[in-house]
């Protein structure tokens, strides 16, 4: 089975910008969550969408959104750009079947903000 | 108080050692344990999932849950240069995800 797939793998923005994130879950993975990684902070739990419907939401501004298709891809998108959103951008697929189902990484997205 | 606390090292060892990484948590909620492995510029990749306390062997990794201390640990026998990532704990509470911060080892050859 192919893993999860996201794209861009590095992205450079300007403060003020709007950028998109995508990610593809594994086959027949019907939850996707988003997470941001940084150096200070660690990885922080962004938002979880299952069958196409926000389940859960970390603690993060409004300017980061997400959404997710039926076929399971998810976006996500950050508008106004700051310099601290400048981090690791991270998808993770699960299958969901029950409440123990591990989750599974993509790659992740790199955004600079300048 | 960080739900889960995780000492982020560095930590630096020779090959062949064993190693013991550990994190502790605060809530009693949490019901499932995971270790991940992050090599640099890359997503972490699951290591370990257990659910209940006790040890969880797979090769020369074995993970330990103690719930009545709120304690877990990961040990890493023979350890290799490869080995070499940062190991981040995780455990769940319903559908949430929580991160240790990551301890970073290093095994020198």
């Known amino acids: 089975k192919a893993g999860v797939t996201q794209t861009p793998r590095y992205l450079i923005k300007t403060r003020g910008q709007q950028v998109t994130l995508s990610c593809s879950p594994i086959s027949g993975h019907r939850s996707v969550s988003w997470y941001q990684q940084t150096p200070g902070q660690g990885l922080q739990f962004l938002f979880e969408?299952?069958?196409?419907?926000?389940?859960n939401k970390g603690n993060f501004p409004g300017r980061f959104s997400g959404r997710q298709f039926s076929n399971s891809r998810s976006e996500m998108n950050v508008s106004t750009l700051e310099l601290g959103d400048s981090a690791l951008y991270l998808c993770?697929?699960?299958?969901?079947?029950?409440?123990?189902?591990?989750?599974?990484f993509g790659p992740g997205t790199r955004l600079t903000v300048l | 108080q960080k739900e889960v606390e995780q000492d982020p090292g560095p930590l630096s060892v020779p090959e062949g050692a064993i190693v013991s990484l550990n994190c502790t948590y605060s809530?009693?909620?949490?019901?499932?344990f995971m270790w991940y492995r992050q090599y640099s510029r890359k997503g972490p990749e699951l290591l370990m999932y257990t659910y209940s306390s006790g040890n969880k062997e797979d090769g020369r990794f074995t993970a330990q849950v103690d719930k009545s201390s709120k304690y877990i640990s990961l040990f890493i026998r023979d350890s290799q240069p490869s080995d070499s990532a940062t190991y981040l704990c995780a455990m769940k509470r319903g559908n949430k995800l929580v991160f240790g911060a990551g301890t970073i080892l290093r095994v020198k050859s």
């Open positions: 809530n009693s909620a949490f019901q499932y």
């Open positions: 993770a697929s699960s299958p969901w079947t029950s409440g123990k189902d591990e989750q599974f």
């Open positions: 969408y299952f069958s196409e419907t926000q389940r």
